[in-house]
């Protein structure tokens, strides 16, 4: 059964580096999210992709993320500048086109020293 | 903004039993869908329900919608040890594609 995959599992940084988390979407998806989960929490909506466009961000999807799809498969999520606060399981989700269902990989979990 | 409020925050059953949780929002939606979330593990959909219906069911599940009240119930009948997981409600409230507003989830122990 095709599977959202992400990558890596778990990353460990320092509080101000750069860090890109990856994403392959189901093949035939059309649109793409990038959800948070703060540990305890409910999860959150960061921003969703479509046609090579961000198509909806929230608050939280500040100057200090960004989105891109590289080529015809991944999806990355990229954090500028990590704080602390940032630490959390981000979830990469895909869906096709006209379809409500997501279907979310087994997430992230980047911790921010 | 609407958002998802399930209850209870923990609920915690011996395998056979029936397990409700319920779930409510604030703003008009063009549906409603229940995910699993297994310790440490993504999202896993379960089940939608449209804001035209009222009640749908897929094998031991059981989805209620009253629009009138924003809220929903997930009802699992005949509970397994495997059904242990936290259960979150989402709303979306567009066409075409639609970001996921979800619920902080009931999470679920079955004991065997």
């Known amino acids: 059964e095709p599977e959202v995959t992400q990558t890596p599992s778990h990353q460990v940084t320092q509080m101000g580096q750069e860090v890109i988390l990856r994403c392959v979407p189901i093949s035939n998806h059309l649109y793409f999210y990038w959800y948070r989960q703060i540990l305890g929490q409910k999860v959150e909506f960061l921003v969703s992709f479509y046609n090579n466009e961000i198509s909806e961000k929230s608050e939280i999807f500040d100057d200090q993320f960004s989105v891109e799809r590289p080529d015809g498969s991944n999806f990355t999520l990229k954090i500028r500048s990590t704080k602390l606060e940032d630490s959390a399981m981000y979830f990469c989700?895909?869906?096709?086109?006209?379809?409500?269902?997501?279907?979310f990989g087994a997430g992230t979990r980047l911790s921010v020293l | 903004s609407q958002q998802g409020e399930e209850d209870p925050q923990a609920l915690s059953i011996q395998e056979g039993e029936n397990a409700t949780m319920n779930c409510s929002y604030k703003t008009s939606i063009n549906n409603l869908q229940w995910y699993r979330q297994n310790s440490g593990r993504g999202l896993v959909h379960l089940i939608l329900i449209r804001s035209n219906e009222r009640e749908k069911h897929s094998g031991r599940l059981r989805v209620t919608l009253d629009t009138s009240k924003k809220s929903s119930s997930l009802l699992i009948t005949a509970s397994r040890a495997a059904d242990t997981a936290s259960y979150f409600c989402a709303t979306s409230r567009s066409t075409g594609y639609s970001t996921l507003t979800f619920g902080k989830g009931t999470m679920l122990l079955v004991s065997p």
């Open positions: 989700a895909s869906s096709i086109e006209g379809d409500y269902i997501q279907y």
